[in-house]
């Protein structure tokens, strides 16, 4: 039994990374279960992003891009990583970091901080629009209004427009977002299930609002939520066993520096779930994540189908398929102490809307609440 455990770790210890056969690998790659090392995991995943970038036609030399930063791991690993691409590839790209500041307290001046270190640390000028100077109203003071319950409808919403209304100050020509393939698998299947077809048929599109005043593109479309958070971090002590490799320590090697708090307000609820479902299907089967994004992908709406006209807000001038843009619906109903008026695919109203607030059935304002962080809207 000794013989064996001593001969087990021995033939442990020999084993090399499967890509240079030289070093010693550290971790068990989440998307191709590839046993690597830590400077061929660096390698890959950053000229995975490169090839993304190329195939796609993401950017032309001389392009202003916007990152939207929250001081999160995905984007703070968006805006080192795009930066390094940038000197390494001469994309020739003017790269500053964008920030929104909801107003929660306690959880984006926390994570405001973070992106503000990162301004000095990357060089990026940084620029933050919060809700209160353009709606009037933080987060904080919707929550005291509404409650939890959607309170992310407020927030998406908000988030979305204020996005492209910095974008515009920036005058830049593109906005790059740290959406993760985990991201858009659960937005496919949060899409299915709400039976959302015009989402769903856009939330794969690595480009999306080319029509609209400033696309928006997703360089980590392809890349695993695992690997973004091990890219940071990777373990500088390890021990291996016939198959698989254990990360014990975790050093910071790359010292990216980023925020992991959740925010206080987030309701977990329906997207949590389909959260958990995607990571038991990973868990199982790795590619699930890159076969539901496929799926998505591939899905295509029928000429037949009916879908809504692109148009302009009739108060703000922002796109919308409506007489009023979502935004200044929800905060219509805000300033007039209406808060659910622009919530729900009720009738009437300024956008066929109830001015009235009325009592919904459960199942309604459950749909709602699954419009977590980020919302729906790619
Ligand atoms: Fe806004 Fe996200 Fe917090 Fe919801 S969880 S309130 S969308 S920051």
Redo the contacts with the bound molecule.
């Keep these: 039994m000794e013989a064996s455990e001593g001969k087990s770790k021995k033939q442990g210890a020999s084993r090399l990374c499967c890509l240079c056969n030289q070093r010693r690998p550290v971790l068990k790659r989440p998307k191709t279960l590839q046993q690597i090392c830590k400077e061929c995991f660096y390698e890959v995943f950053e000229e995975e992003i490169h090839q993304v970038i190329v195939k796609n036609g993401l950017f032309k030399s001389g392009e202003r891009v916007a990152i939207g930063a929250s001081g999160g791991k995905d984007s703070t690993v968006l805006a080192y990583v795009l930066s390094e691409l940038n000197r390494r590839h001469s994309y020739g790209l003017d790269l500053f970091l964008l920030s929104i500041d909801?107003g929660?307290t306690g959880?984006?001046d926390d994570s405001l901080e973070t992106v503000k270190r990162n301004e000095l640390q990357y060089g990026l000028p940084l620029q933050i629009l919060s809700y209160k100077d353009l709606y009037g109203w933080t987060?904080d003071d919707i929550v005291k209004m509404i409650g939890l319950k959607n309170?992310?409808t407020f927030?998406?919403v908000f988030?979305r427009q204020a996005l492209d209304r910095g974008a515009a100050l920036l005058k830049v020509d593109k906005l790059v977002t740290g959406h993760n393939a985990d991201d858009i698998a659960e937005t496919v299947l949060l899409n299915i299930l709400r039976g959302d077809i015009a989402r769903l048929s856009r939330c794969t599109s690595i480009t999306t609002g080319e029509d609209g005043p400033i696309p928006r593109c997703k360089p980590f479309k392809y890349t695993y939520e695992k690997e973004i958070v091990i890219y940071p971090f990777i373990t500088e002590s390890f021990s291996c066993s016939f198959s698989n490799i254990y990360i014990h320590t975790y050093a910071y090697f790359k010292k990216l520096d980023y925020f992991s708090t959740e925010?206080i307000?987030?309701?977990n609820a329906y997207r949590g779930f389909a959260r958990e479902f995607i990571k038991d299907l990973e868990r199982l089967r790795p590619r699930a994540i890159l076969d539901i994004i496929k799926s998505g992908e591939d899905f295509r709406i029928a000429t037949t189908t009916k879908m809504p006209e692109q148009g302009t807000c009739e108060r703000c001038g922002y796109i919308s398929s409506q007489k009023w843009c979502k935004a200044c619906v929800l905060l219509d109903g805000l300033n007039r102490g209406l808060p659910k008026m622009g919530i729900g695919r009720a009738r009437g109203g300024v956008n066929g809307d109830h001015q009235k607030e009325t009592k919904k059935p459960a199942s309604a304002a459950r749909s709602l609440e699954s419009k977590?962080?980020?919302?729906l809207d790619f």
Excluded at 372 to 375: H, K, L, M, T, Y
């Design positions: 909801e929660i959880y984006r987060m309170n992310c927030c998406g988030r925010c307000y987030s309701p977590q962080c980020g919302s």
